[in-house]
């Protein structure tokens, strides 16, 4: 199958396509009589495998690791699991982390007169945050 056939069952697009095989996570689709790619049924496989991966927050290192687990018979699941669990604490902190900014906006906002006026409570708050950060870093 061609390249937009490949991309439409797989849930990618073709530039996706076209780079994953660019940096090696997939191998490059054999080439038709006319040059075009020709995509078999495993290569679509590997493709939704990906698609599926990346959906569920791995990066392309991490999906480089878990597509060569899966494509090896003697692999051990807990090797598998234990990649997992790295992503699971990852998502954990990027949560901890939004959450803390969340709140940081949401005492912004609540400083705000929010009217006509020109002033601001959180520029000036914004402002203040940037020297108190400089300060630490200079030591002072």
């Known amino acids: 199958m061609n390249i937009s056939e490949a991309a439409k069952r797989s849930g990618l697009s073709s530039k996706t396509i076209r780079y994953y095989e660019s940096i090696g996570l997939v191998k490059v689709a054999k080439r038709s009589d ?11 496989e590997a493709l939704r495998f990906l698609q599926r991966a990346r959906a569920t927050g ?11 687990l899966y494509d090896n018979e003697q692999r051990h699941s807990s090797h598998v699991k234990s990649l997992v669990l790295e992503k699971v604490e990852q ?15 949401n005492t912004l906002a609540s400083r705000c007169a929010g009217d006509e006026g020109p002033h601001c409570a959180i520029l000036d708050e914004l402002s203040t945050l940037g020297e108190e950060e400089s300060n630490l870093e200079e030591g002072k």
């Open 58 to 68: 791995f990066g392309i290192e991490e999906c480089r690791q878990l597509l060569g």
């Open 91 to 105: 998502v954990e902190s990027q949560i901890a982390e939004l959450q803390a900014m969340r709140n940081t906006l």
């Open 34 to 44: 006319n040059g075009y790619r020709d995509y078999s049924e495993s290569d679509v």
